[in-house]
């Protein structure tokens, strides 16, 4: 019996009790997909609605926007619906505002909710990650004559083109088991028993794509359960210590990333409905779980040393004249101003311009190369442009900071420092003490999921070269995520199984042999993914890790064991 399997054992006994019939994910997903398709052919039929409507004609909004909004609000009234049932705070109104009237008149979303809302209380993590997947599976569509949303589930690549696949189970305890439960270990060893508790609830863990908290929620119960008997030695008292427990590590332990906002609120809500605790609000996940593309943001390090002149190498649509002249011009600025710079690691608009330097349309004064007027009249963010945005930012012009946060929204540019303080402090340089999770798998040959092509210098920049050619998204999330890690922490990522020997990913082998060493490595011979075609491995590292050492592996859902291996991770840096 695995450490993994000894913990899980009773702990679904929160909300779902041992009589209750596990409920079906299929007919959950149904009831998903028919209430947002109720609810936004009801809002689509409002009177006050013709505003929506000219933005959906016009193509202003699209019908996956559209579609995506709705659902975003069918899983809040979702937990407002909780919050009623079980007495839990939600912290604002979550938009009740616009929708209260259509729930109020509609009696059939109304009930929908309601039941939807029970059903998650079931088993919020799974139903919630379940039902995610089946919408993005569905094309929405919108018909302005008939006042109705439809989602479509034979026309959708969402799913592909976002590379969202629902992790198994056993490949979810064997990471948490590779790269948490040493993590775990090692903190109480090194603690004396009074400082036990203080050890444990100090381990800070991210996922970096942690959709709707496939990894978050059992990552957190694993601590509880750790935490728990340190706690409380009355073993009468055992569910309350480690309901108590939960509580402590959710509000300090867990963090999250993903682009998608209505993945980002669906693990907020399944950490929310798994903590059950009277005293935490919804909103105040939103510190812990954020939105953002987690591959795209700079650091206080990156940003002291100005803008790089690869800022300004030519993308699609640039003016190469332009590109060139602007190339000149910041190298001549950067030589002629040698100091250093010094931005506050909170000051996310800085890190914002930074980024920007990179995507912003290189076009000569007056020349609309994008058709954008605007655009082609604000200058580009070259070294002494940037000075003044870190010395005077009150002297930055309007244009351009409007520009600067026009981009920033395009791109959701994401600085891991800003918005996580309490990991990495006031200079920026912690970590998490874990990274897990299963990234997009997004094939860079693929016309869905190919990523765009304006960011590539900027993630060369970010990921010290190790972002090549056409490496897989997946291993890019492996890359950043290491320097996110806290040195002697720990990492456990699902992959494509071309991490381990395609062209592609060399650089990116070579980096993590050179900064990491592995300590454990899954592969599966089968689809181990339903509706994913792409054969997987999972591998997990320690920063800054022992150069020698024995490699545990593993393979298939089954996860049958192979021989270890003694690797030498210099030599396998050197030998790729």
Same mark, same amino acid.
């Given at each position: 019996?695995?450490?993994?399997?000894?913990?899980?054992?009773?702990?679904?006994?929160?909300?779902?009790?041992?009589?209750?019939?596990?409920?079906?994910?299929?007919?959950?997903?149904?009831?998903?997909?028919?209430?947002?398709?109720?609810?936004?052919?009801?809002?689509?039929?409002?009177?006050?609605?013709?505003?929506?409507?000219?933005?959906?004609?016009?193509?202003?909004? $699209?019908?996956?926007?559209?579609?995506?909004?709705?659902?975003?609000?069918?899983?809040?009234?979702?937990?407002?619906?909780?919050?009623?049932?079980?007495?839990?705070?939600?912290?604002?109104?979550?938009?009740?505002?616009?929708?209260?009237?259509?729930?109020?008149?509609?009696?059939?979303?109304?009930?929908?909710?309601?039941?939807?809302?029970?059903?998650?209380?079931?088993?919020?993590?799974?139903?919630?990650?379940?039902?995610?997947?089946?919408?993005?599976?569905?094309?929405?569509?919108?018909?302005?004559?008939?006042?109705?949303?439809?989602?479509?589930?034979?026309?959708?690549?969402?799913?592909?083109?976002?590379?969202?696949?629902?992790?198994?189970?056993?490949?979810?305890?064997?990471?948490?088991?590779?790269?948490?439960?040493?993590?775990?270990?090692?903190?109480?060893?090194?603690?004396?028993?009074?400082?036990?508790?203080?050890?444990?609830?100090?381990?800070?863990?991210?996922?970096?794509?942690?959709?709707?908290?496939?990894?978050?929620?059992?990552?957190?119960?694993?601590?509880?359960?750790?935490?728990?008997?340190?706690?409380?030695?009355?073993?009468?008292?055992?569910?309350?210590?480690?309901?108590?427990?939960?509580?402590?590590?959710?509000?300090?332990?867990?963090?999250?990333?993903?682009?998608?906002?209505?993945?980002?609120?669906?693990?907020?809500?399944?950490?929310?409905?798994?903590?059950?605790?009277?005293?935490?609000?919804?909103?105040?996940?939103?510190?812990?779980?954020?939105?953002?593309?987690?591959?795209?943001?700079?650091?206080?390090?990156?940003?002291?040393?100005?803008?790089?002149?690869?800022?300004?190498?030519?993308?699609?649509?640039?003016?190469?004249?332009?590109?060139?002249?602007?190339?000149?011009?910041?190298?001549?600025?950067?030589?002629?101003?040698?100091?250093?710079?010094?931005?506050?690691?909170?000051?996310?608009?800085?890190?914002?311009?930074?980024?920007?330097?990179?995507?912003?349309?290189?076009?000569?004064?007056?020349?609309?190369?994008?058709?954008?007027?605007?655009?082609?009249?604000?200058?580009?963010? $070259?070294?002494?442009?940037?000075?003044?945005?870190?010395?005077?930012?009150?002297?930055?012009?309007?244009?351009?900071?409007?520009?600067?946060?026009?981009?920033?929204?395009?791109?959701?540019?994401?600085?891991?420092?800003?918005?996580?303080?309490?990991?990495?402090?006031?200079?920026?340089?912690?970590?998490?003490?874990?990274?897990?999770?299963?990234?997009?798998?997004?094939?860079?040959?693929?016309?869905?999921?190919?990523?765009?092509?304006?960011?590539?210098?900027?993630? #060369?920049?970010?990921?010290?070269?190790?972002?090549?050619?056409?490496?897989?998204?997946?291993?890019?999330?492996?890359?950043?995520?290491?320097?996110?890690?806290?040195?002697?922490?720990?990492?456990?990522?699902? #992959?494509?199984?071309?991490?381990?020997?395609?062209?592609?990913?060399?650089?990116?082998?070579?980096?993590?042999?050179?900064?990491?060493?592995?300590?454990?490595?899954?592969?599966?011979?089968?689809?181990?993914?339903?509706?994913?075609? /792409?054969?997987?491995?999972?591998?997990?590292?320690?920063?800054?890790?022992?150069?020698?050492?024995? /490699?545990?592996?593993?393979?298939? $859902?089954?996860?049958?064991?192979?021989?270890?291996?003694?690797?030498?991770?210099?030599?396998?840096?050197?030998?790729?």
């Amino acid at each position: 019996e695995t450490q993994m399997h000894r913990l899980r054992r009773g702990s679904g006994g929160l909300h779902l009790s041992a009589k209750c019939d596990p409920i079906n994910p299929n007919e959950f997903n149904l009831k998903v997909i028919r209430a947002i398709e109720a609810l936004g052919s009801a809002v689509l039929g409002q009177r006050k609605s013709e505003a929506l409507r000219q933005q959906v004609s016009t193509g202003l909004l $699209t019908p996956r926007d559209f579609g995506r909004d709705i659902s975003l609000d069918v899983y809040r009234l979702i937990a407002h619906e909780i919050s009623a049932l079980r007495g839990l705070k939600l912290g604002d109104s979550i938009r009740r505002s616009e929708i209260a009237a259509v729930t109020d008149a509609h009696g059939e979303v109304r009930s929908e909710i309601k039941r939807l809302a029970t059903d998650v209380l079931a088993d919020s993590a799974g139903l919630l990650g379940s039902s995610y997947e089946a919408v993005l599976e569905c094309e929405p569509t919108v018909d302005l004559t008939s006042m109705t949303l439809r989602l479509d589930r034979t026309k959708s690549h969402a799913r592909k083109a976002s590379g969202s696949y629902y992790t198994p189970q056993p490949l979810v305890d064997h990471l948490l088991n590779a790269a948490l439960l040493p993590v775990l270990d090692s903190r109480v060893q090194n603690a004396s028993p009074s400082e036990e508790a203080e050890a444990l609830l100090g381990v800070r863990v991210c996922d970096p794509s942690c959709g709707p908290g496939r990894f978050l929620v059992p990552a957190a119960r694993m601590i509880a359960h750790r935490l728990a008997p340190v706690q409380s030695r009355d073993e009468e008292l055992e569910t309350d210590a480690y309901k108590a427990a939960l509580r402590e590590v959710i509000r300090r332990c867990v963090f999250g990333v993903d682009l998608d906002p209505v993945a980002a609120e669906l693990c907020r809500v399944a950490l929310w409905v798994e903590a059950d605790d009277p005293d935490l609000p919804l909103c105040a996940l939103r510190e812990k779980i954020r939105v953002g593309d987690a591959l795209l943001g700079t650091t206080p390090q990156l940003m002291a040393g100005g803008i790089p002149d690869e800022a300004f190498m030519l993308h699609e649509g640039d003016d190469p004249k332009a590109a060139t002249q602007l190339r000149r011009r910041n190298r001549t600025e950067r030589k002629s101003d040698d100091s250093a710079f010094r931005i506050d690691a909170r000051n996310r608009f800085a890190a914002d311009a930074w980024c920007a330097a990179f995507v912003w349309k290189k076009c000569r004064p007056g020349v609309a190369g994008d058709n954008r007027d605007d655009a082609a009249h604000v200058d580009a963010i $070259t070294h002494s442009t940037f000075r003044v945005i870190a010395d005077q930012p009150d002297n930055l012009g309007s244009r351009m900071r409007d520009e600067i946060e026009r981009l920033a929204e395009q791109y959701r540019f994401f600085h891991w420092h800003a918005e996580f303080p309490e990991v990495f402090g006031e200079s920026g340089i912690g970590g998490f003490d874990v990274l897990v999770g299963n990234p997009p798998f997004l094939n860079q040959l693929g016309a869905l999921t190919a990523s765009d092509t304006t960011t590539a210098h900027l993630q #060369q920049i970010l990921m010290d070269g190790a972002a090549a050619g056409y490496s897989d998204v997946a291993g890019r999330f492996l890359v950043r995520s290491l320097s996110h890690c806290r040195p002697g922490g720990r990492l456990g990522f699902v #992959q494509p199984i071309s991490l381990l020997s395609a062209a592609d990913a060399m650089p990116i082998r070579q980096h993590l042999a050179r900064e990491a060493s592995l300590t454990s490595v899954w592969v599966s011979t089968e689809h181990a993914f339903e509706g994913a075609s /792409v054969f997987t491995c999972a591998v997990a590292l320690t920063r800054d890790g022992p150069r020698r050492g024995l /490699v545990s592996r593993a393979m298939n $859902t089954s996860m049958d064991a192979l021989p270890t291996l003694e690797v030498n991770h210099d030599e396998l840096a050197e030998s790729e």
